[in-house]
């Protein structure tokens, strides 16, 4: 069934007419304009600021004392990041100069070491040199010899010499004993063959000067034979031993 047709208000207007009425024109108050202005004033500053800060053609509207100061500004940082700059570039080369000083002496500490290790014998040396082989069949050399065979080798800049399997340093002696020759104590059977590192240009003729050492020991019926080699190997070590009084003094 039906509903029944709405019936129209006492001056004619429908409820539909009525509430268009009550929505349009909109009715504003005076606190809702305050609002409205309040809040358009607030978007325009913000707006304002955003560009000016954002936009570098702000300047234009400067003065020229601000524009004067803030170059002045500019300058002086300038200046102090270049000075900034040359500092940290003064101590960076200092840094290097110092690393390169300090991997000089490490090199030169470690070299001088080693120099001293060979002429101590507690380590290995190889160079060019001489083999030096002396056969003594009738049991003719004796001590003083060998010995003058060393002093000759080291007159002539043999800089690490070895027999058998003896290194020869500067304390090294060399003496006869009941049962042949010894050097330091260690007894040396024959052949004594020599190894040592120098200029073979200048060990060989060494040697070999009338009355020297290869005269000497043929006239004892020994034996001399000398190999100059590119590469002669010195590896009879000594330990190293303590002092028992001397001390660093650093």
């Known amino acids: 069934m039906p ?21 349009w024109p909109p009715r504003v108050g005076r606190g809702q304009l ?14 304002i600021q955003v560009s000016s800060t954002s936009d570098p053609s702000a300047l234009r509207g400067a003065r020229q004392e601000d524009l004067v100061r803030i170059l002045d500004e500019l300058d002086d ?21 110092s690393t390169d000083r300090a991997e000089e002496a490490r090199r030169q500490n470690a070299a001088k070491e080693r120099q001293l290790g060979i002429l101590a014998g507690t380590v290995a040396a190889q160079g060019p040199g001489i083999h030096l082989v002396i ?21 002539a800049g043999a800089e690490a010499i070895q027999i058998n399997d003896v290194r020869v340093v500067a304390s090294s002696y060399v003496e006869d004993g009941s049962s042949g ?8 059977k024959a052949p004594y063959t020599f190894e040592a590192i120098g200029r073979p240009a200048d060990l060989e003729p060494a040697l070999r000067i009338p009355g020297g050492v290869v005269q000497t020991m043929e006239k004892e ?4 034979r000398i ?17 028992d009084y001397a001390r660093s003094s650093s």
């Open 3 to 23: 509903p029944p047709p709405a019936r129209p208000a006492p001056d004619g207007r429908t409820g539909r007419d009525r509430l268009l009425a009550a929505l």
């Open 34 to 47: 305050v609002v409205a202005l309040v809040l358009f004033v607030v978007g325009l500053g913000v707006a």
């Open 77 to 97: 940082r300038k200046q102090r990041l270049e000075d900034e700059k040359s500092r940290l570039e003064d101590q960076q080369a200092e840094l290097e100069n």
């Open 135 to 155: 056969g003594d069949p009738n049991e003719t050399v004796e001590a003083d010899m060998l010995l003058n065979t060393i002093q000759e080798l080291r007159a």
């Open 181 to 188: 020759v010894s050097v330091d104590g260690r007894k040396l």
């Open 221 to 224: 019926q020994a034996t001399v």
């Open 227 to 243: 190999e100059p080699r590119d590469k002669v190997v010195v590896d009879a070590l000594r330990d190293v031993k303590r002092p």
